[in-house]
């Protein structure tokens, strides 16, 4: 297992239509985020799973967004009824459960779904 | 509002010499991690060093480390002996447990430009 990997790299897609991304965490981390990077800014964090659970989502993740883990391994991230405000690079992480209280777990992103919606 | 802060859109620096990137946060909680991203153009963001709040020393790693004030809740990275595979951009970020342990609150970058 080389590290997190999604799929596509890139989407352009039009306006309206429908995308799925994939994410494919490393085998043993059982935490999965979603970020979402806009040009020039930080990524900002969209969801996160415990295993097959959703345990958090932000405000930034409209109804038009659904995120699942149904076997609590890869991921998929569907964005409904595109529209151009969505593009942006979508990156995923992984990591494994941290001792409560401790902050240090590190992360470990893949490379990145780059989503041009036009 | 938790946020992190980072006020250098662009730094440039020769190779060899070190260099230093400004990191400032926000938090009221006592236990919180700060953390420095590497994101070449490739876009996967790579770890570098972490920072917890009660660590006693400045965080290293390799060429890497972390200039840590507490009472001015500021957390720099220094890059020694620069090269010129370090130029990209170059992210700070903060895990407190108030937001859940969970996700990671990301400064807007500083892109690092290395010379010959």
């Known amino acids: 297992d080389t590290g997190v990997s999604q799929d596509p790299r890139h989407k352009i897609t039009k306006r309206g239509q429908n995308v799925t991304f994939r994410c494919d965490p490393i085998s043993e981390h059982n935490r999965l985020y979603w970020y979402r990077q806009t040009l020039g800014q930080g990524p900002e964090f969209l969801t996160y799973?415990?295993?097959?659970?959703?345990?958090?989502k932000s405000r930034l993740l409209s109804d038009r967004f659904s995120a699942e883990r149904p076997k609590g391994s890869f991921s998929t991230l569907e964005i409904q009824r595109t529209e151009q405000g969505d593009s942006a690079m979508y990156l995923c992480?992984?990591?494994?459960?941290?001792?409560?209280?401790?902050?240090?777990?590190?992360?470990?992103f893949g490379q990145g779904t780059r989503l041009t919606v036009v | 509002a938790q946020k992190i802060t980072q006020t250098q859109p662009g730094m440039f620096v020769q190779e060899k010499e070190a260099v230093t990137l400004d990191c400032t946060y926000d938090?009221?909680?006592?236990?919180?991690?700060l953390f420095w991203y590497k994101q070449p153009s490739s876009g996967e963001m790579i770890f570098l060093i972490y920072?917890?709040?009660?660590?006693?020393q400045n965080a290293t790693e390799g060429r890497y480390s972390l200039n840590f004030q507490k009472a001015r809740k500021s957390a720099n990275l220094v890059i020694s002996a620069s090269q010129l595979g370090d130029s990209a951009m170059y992210f700070c970020a903060m895990r407190r447990p108030s937001g859940g342990y969970n996700k990671l609150i990301f400064g807007a970058g500083t892109r690092l430009a290395v010379h010959p």
């Open positions: 938090t009221s909680d006592p236990s919180y991690g």
């Open positions: 992480a992984s990591s494994l459960d941290s001792p409560k209280g401790s902050m240090n777990t590190e992360a470990f």
């Open positions: 920072q917890g709040s009660y660590d006693q």
């Open positions: 799973f415990q295993n097959e659970a959703q345990l958090e």
